[in-house]
């Protein structure tokens, strides 16, 4: 087996503005798995609020190339087991456990829904996200956008906003990125109104979930908080629902361990993305029969995409059909 990895820059359409910052491109890390002509590929990207350093995962990569490309072509949850033996970063684990994936089922001519029975019809569509700004124009572009589902950016809590979403009477989440205090929490979760909104995601700096309550009028979903397995226990009192990520928890491997406990303890499930190509966002798709809500815009969001595979077209997913993944690069 051979490993490849590059560096890329994925320029987005627009300013993306969020609690955090504003961003105009995001930094990407490309790996490539390849065996007999096949190649799987996987990435990762560079989030601020993670502090990803790409050229540390550049080094940590050639340090572990001897030992990835003498590995033989085993099943990817064996495979996924030695990589959990190298102590790598979620972020860099998610690139090479997608990546495998991807090159296991090319070999194999299965597409990852094959490899693992999963349901591939009745799937859920996928929210367009609308950044941090003036609410007349976010509620502009909500107005003339082709999507069905969006989820609100927005840096603290402003009520006239919350009452003028409401209104347009359409399915709306709200995302603070953490910026909301404890009073707007209260203030949220006691507002019968806010059960119109479909959740309102991370509204507090990660482990500050304790003034939430699950039984309220507040569909509150857990992104930052909710990072593993581990997590999952420790949030029922506090979370409705949870926000899947594969870069977040290590990969597809360990999200689908998460999803079935998730379902096990009764939360909402979605499947989410950072701002990814369609490599990362090829990946997600796989999995969204199985959640109850997807974030997979991010490849929307990008004016440079390096790949084809699975996609999302005005909400809606759309699978390829093909072995592993089904990614190829343009």
Not at 4 to 24: D, M, P, R, V
Not at 129 to 141: A, F, P
Not at 271 to 287: H, Q, R
Request: charged share 25%; net charge negative; hydrophobic share 40%.
């Amino acid at each position: 087996m051979e490993l490849l990895f590059k560096l890329k820059q994925l320029q987005l359409k627009e300013t993306f503005s969020i609690a955090y910052g504003n961003y105009n491109h995001r930094d990407a890390l490309l790996i490539e798995l390849s065996h007999q002509n096949y190649k799987g590929y996987g990435e990762c990207v560079a989030i601020d609020y993670y502090q990803i350093n790409l050229q540390s995962f550049v080094l940590k990569l050639k340090e572990i190339q001897p030992k990835i490309e003498v590995q033989k072509i085993i099943h990817p949850k064996e495979f996924f087991k030695f990589l959990l033996s190298l102590n790598l970063h979620p972020f860099l684990l998610s690139a090479l456990d997608c990546a495998y994936w991807d090159l296991f089922g090319k070999l194999e001519n299965k597409s990852f829904i094959e490899l693992n029975q999963l349901p591939s019809e009745n799937l859920v569509e996928s929210s367009i996200t609308i950044s941090v700004g003036e609410i007349d124009k976010q509620i502009q572009k909500i107005e003339k956008s082709s999507w069905n589902k969006f989820k609100v950016k927005c840096k603290g809590l402003d009520k006239n906003n919350v009452e003028k979403l409401l209104q347009l009477n359409r399915n709306i989440a709200l995302d603070s990125n953490a910026s909301f205090t404890d009073e707007d929490c209260i203030w949220l979760q006691e507002n019968i109104e806010v059960q119109n909104f479909s959740y309102l995601e991370q509204p507090r700096p990660i482990d500050q979930y304790k003034i939430l309550k699950k039984e309220s009028f507040a569909n509150w979903m857990a992104d930052e908080d909710c990072q593993d397995l581990d997590s999952l226990d420790e949030l029922i009192p506090y979370y409705k629902s949870v926000n899947i990520k594969l870069m977040k928890c290590g990969g597809l491997t360990p999200a689908l361990e998460m999803i079935k406990k998730a379902r096990e303890l009764n939360y909402k499930i979605m499947i989410g993305c950072m701002t990814e190509s369609t490599v990362g966002i090829s990946a997600g798709c796989i999995l969204t029969g199985l959640v109850d809500y997807a974030d997979l815009d991010g490849a929307n969001l990008i004016s440079n995409d390096y790949a084809t595979g699975n996609f999302v077209d005005n909400g809606k997913i759309i699978l390829s059909q093909k072995p592993g993944l089904g990614i190829e690069l343009k």
